[in-house]
Structures are given as structure tokens and as C-alpha cells.
């Protein structure tokens, strides 16, 4: 194969597995590198960087934690753990053959243009270093690159005896029973975790947060809140009324659905839902209401092993837990990459920049939903515009849209329309009058994007149809 088909793809997890598996069909030759020692990326649970932790459980449904050619064991809960992503993750790169050019154990260090191309240098487990000139790379490392550590006084000097943690190292409550614990923090990875030592023996918890968000539960009335929440009806509704209208609207089936927090003892947040932010927890705020949990307002200082909070109160604890999210770490592109892309990266359509041609982002925005669908749907769009199968932007179009992801997520059916329409495959629900209910109101499941365009599948209307009515959500009723 030409040198011209060769592509580097940084990062063996979903996104990087979904890029090698659409470029290699595209007639490229991927090449992954991952510094662990197989594919996965976070969900190769026990690797040294993996960021998550035995036996979690996902925050999406399994409908809407997979790829469109490739469905979980019968029998795998609504929930998947996280060893069981890594599973399905090694069972997709096995069927699309996606490792016979695979680096594992293998860190890039640096990518840099060079004469037209991409070098691309990097180091093995064992010291070795190799340096390699590719036509075109895709950056698919991942958004939980580094944890985020709040600048808090006194945190480095933290004395009690179970130290302090970031979520990225947490492993489980074992390590923290019969501790009091505070956890800080206010998104998914704080209140899951919150949750977990409150059920398995911490004595007691507490949560500090910045500003309450809006908490909505994983199942509301025995449907996954994916499919109630991520539909196109809400990216339809999100396209058409002023974003006020969508924070309304989306604030009054949280409440509906999963109450308000100051309704449960937690602090209440701020009217327009868009401000105060909007979390997924099934169990916080019933652990709230339960007396299991307490919230408390950010942390002001630590002294020791007291804490002293915003609003002048303190309480001493044995550990901390700071579940205060990530940053993607892209230290490794070249000091010039990095200077025009700016920071954050001004991209166009979260994927290209035309000064960098022949480099392209995957899942490089923080999102709010479900991640595979996208991710897959960004590979697919990636790989037909390279190969010609689909237009490539023109550099004065990319150009005149150039911005960054806004700071508190890209919402999925938002990010899944716009991939979905560059890569030719978002379905017209008027093309499909007995698929009309469920494309309109059931989840965007990865069967909706094979119905027409490239790579459209004959199983494709069935497989939609029983998405939307697995859990009864825009199911037609037929």
C-alpha cells in the first residue's frame, strides 16, 4: 500500500477502534498506538492509565454503549460494567481485524508536520524510541487525558489518614470504609462515587460542589434516560426554539422525572438549567433524602484534617475524593499544531482545521450522553471525506467556522446530527413512515445511522425498531 494510505491513529479506545475500523475499509492502512498493552483505553480496566474502576457500572444504556455492527452477549444488564465494554471493545477490534499493525505499550511523543506529511515519534515500554512518517493522523486519545486538580489552599497539606484521592486513581469503597470521607465535585464521576462509599461503609459522606446541578435519574419509569432525553425530536426542538425554551423544557422533565434537588435536602440550583448544569446519578439524591449523603458548598481551605467550607462551617475528615473531572492531554502535538489550533482547540465541526490538513480530532470535546454512537459517527465522517466518498469541507468553509466546544458539553444528539448529516447518513423520518415514532422519539441509537447513505445496512430498519421499543420509548406501537 501507498505511502499516501498510511495513517497513524493515537489511541486504542473506542474512538481510536472506530477510526482504524472505517479507515481500514476506506482502503487505508491504520496504524494504532496506545500506551497500555491492548485495546480499551479507559475501559481497559486494571491498566495503569485506565481512569475507571472495577465493577463500575456505565452510565448508557447498552443500546446506546455500542457500535452499529456489533451488539452485546444476550443476557448483558441495561447497565454493561466496565469489564464488559472492555470486552465488547476487544471483540469489535477482532472482528474488523483492526490489530495487525497495532502498537501497544507505546506512548507517542510527539506529532509534527513534516513536508506535506505527519511524524510521528514515540517510545516503547522497553525505552525504545521509533520515528515514522504517516500521510494523515487521527488525534483519538481520549477526553480523560489528565485529572483536573482544583487550586485549593491547604489541599496539598491534607492530613487525614486516608489521604486524598482523584477520581482517576479510585478503585473501589474497600479502601475507605469506616472513614468519613468528602468527596468534591458535582458531576457524574462525584456523585457516583459519593453514592458508592455511602451503600459500602464509609462512615460517613459528604459531597462539596461548586454550584448544585440538576441530577437526573439513570432510569425514569424503567427507561434508561438515554433513550428518553437524546432523541432527534430534542435536537429538533433545540434547532428550532431559543436555547431558554430547550433549558425549560429540559429542566421540567428532569423535574418530572427525578425531582428537584432542594425537594431531597441538597442545595437548589439555579432557575435556567443551562447555568446550574445538568448530572446523572439513579442513587445521590435518594441518598440525600436519606440522610446518607450531606451536602456542603465548595471548599474554602483545608487546615489538617479540617476542611472549611465557602460558607464558614468546618468538619474534619479522613480522606478526600476529588471527582473534578479531566482535561485531554495534547501535549504530545508539535509546539506549531498546538499554536494554531489555539486553546482550547477552534476546530470546525469538533473534527478539522484548515491549516492542518490530513489531521483530524475524534472525541476530542467533552459531551454530554452517550459516546459510542458519536464516536462512531465522527470515524465514519473522518474516513469518507479523506477517501472521497463524502465532500471534504473546503478550506474557506472550515474556516469560516472555526470555534471551540463550549465548555460545559456538546449535548450527543446535537454532536450525533451534526457528524450524521456531514457523513451523509441522518435518516429523513419522512422516508420511513412505519420507522417515523421511533427515529423522531426514541433514542439515536447506532442502527438509525444505518438506514441510508454509506454503508447502510438491510438489518438496519428492524434493529431501529427494536431499540426504541426495548425500554417502550418511541416505540409506534404496532
Known amino acids: 500500500m501507498s505511502h499516501d494510505h498510511r495513517v497513524a491513529v493515537v489511541g486504542a479506545g473506542p474512538g481510536g477502534l472506530a477510526a482504524a475500523r472505517y479507515l481500514r475499509q476506506a482502503g487505508f492502512l491504520p496504524t494504532l498506538f496506545d500506551q497500555a498493552d491492548g485495546v480499551g483505553g479507559q475501559w481497559r480496566v486494571g491498566a495503569p492509565h485506565s481512569k475507571v474502576w472495577p465493577g463500575m457500572r456505565t452510565n448508557s444504556s447498552r443500546v446506546m454503549t455500542a457500535f452499529g455492527e456489533l451488539a452485546y452477549p444476550p443476557g448483558t444488564a441495561v447497565y454493561p460494567t466496565a469489564e464488559q465494554v472492555g470486552a465488547y471493545l476487544a471483540r469489535y477490534a477482532e472482528r474488523f481485524e483492526l490489530l495487525s499493525d497495532a502498537r501497544f505499550g507505546t506512548r507517542v511523543e510527539s506529532v509534527a508536520r513534516d513536508a506535506g506529511a505527519w511524524r510521528v515519534r514515540a517510545r516503547g515500554a522497553d525505552g525504545v524510541g521509533m520515528t515514522e512518517t ?7 486519545s481520549g477526553w480523560c487525558g ?4 482544583p487550586a485549593v489552599d491547604g489541599l496539598d497539606g491534607f492530613a487525614g489518614r486516608g489521604g486524598v484521592t482523584h477520581a482517576a486513581a479510585y478503585r473501589g469503597a474497600a479502601a475507605f470504609r469506616g472513614l468519613r470521607v468528602l468527596v468534591a465535585g458535582g458531576g457524574i464521576s462525584a456523585l457516583e462515587i459519593a453514592s458508592e462509599l455511602a451503600v459500602q461503609g464509609a462512615e460517613r459522606v459528604a459531597l462539596a460542589s461548586r454550584r448544585q446541578r440538576y441530577v437526573m435519574q439513570k432510569l425514569l419509569a424503567g427507561v434508561p434516560a438515554d433513550h428518553v432525553a437524546f432523541t432527534r425530536f430534542a435536537a429538533l426542538a433545540g434547532e428550532t426554539f431559543p ?5 425549560a423544557a429540559l429542566k421540567a422533565l428532569v423535574v418530572a422525572t427525578s425531582g428537584r434537588p432542594e425537594q431531597l435536602g441538597a442545595p437548589a440550583p439555579a432557575d435556567d438549567l443551562f447555568a446550574a448544569g445538568l448530572t446523572l446519578s439513579q442513587h445521590y439524591l435518594p441518598l440525600v433524602a436519606e440522610g446518607r449523603i450531606a451536602p456542603r458548598p465548595w471548599i474554602a481551605r483545608v487546615d489538617g484534617a479540617t476542611v472549611h467550607f465557602a460558607d464558614g462551617t468546618a468538619e474534619a475528615f479522613d480522606a478526600i475524593v476529588l471527582g473534578t473531572g479531566y482535561a485531554p492531554d495534547l501535549s504530545y502535538l508539535g509546539p506549531d499544531v498546538r499554536a494554531v489550533l489555539g486553546t482550547p482547540p477552534a476546530l470546525h ?12 480530532f475524534l472525541g476530542q470535546f467533552e459531551q454530554v450522553g452517550p459516546h459510542l454512537p458519536t464516536l462512531e459517527l465522527q470515524a465514519r465522517w473522518i474516513a469518507y471525506a479523506w477517501s472521497g466518498r463524502v465532500a471534504l469541507p473546503t478550506r474557506e468553509a472550515m474556516a469560516a467556522r472555526l470555534e471551540a466546544a463550549p465548555p460545559h458539553g456538546v449535548p450527543m444528539q446535537v454532536a450525533a446530527r451534526l457528524f450524521a448529516r456531514a457523513a451523509g447518513v441522518e435518516p429523513d423520518p419522512r422516508a420511513w413512515p412505519a420507522l417515523a415514532r421511533a427515529l423522531l422519539f426514541g433514542p439515536m441509537s447506532p442502527a438509525t445511522f444505518r438506514l ?27
Not at 504517516?134 to 483519538?140: G, W
Not at 441510508?452 to 409506534?476: T, W
Open 134 to 140: 504517516f500521510a494523515r493522523v487521527v488525534v483519538a
Open 452 to 478: 441510508s447513505g454509506p454503508d447502510a445496512l438491510p438489518a438496519a430498519p428492524a434493529a431501529a425498531a427494536a431499540d426504541a421499543a426495548a425500554f417502550g420509548s418511541g416505540a409506534d406501537g404496532a
Open 243 to 247: 436555547p431558554a425554551a430547550s433549558a
Open 146 to 149: 489528565r485529572p483536573a486538580v
Open 349 to 360: 465541526a469538533l473534527t478539522l482545521h484548515p491549516d492542518l490538513p490530513g489531521l483530524a
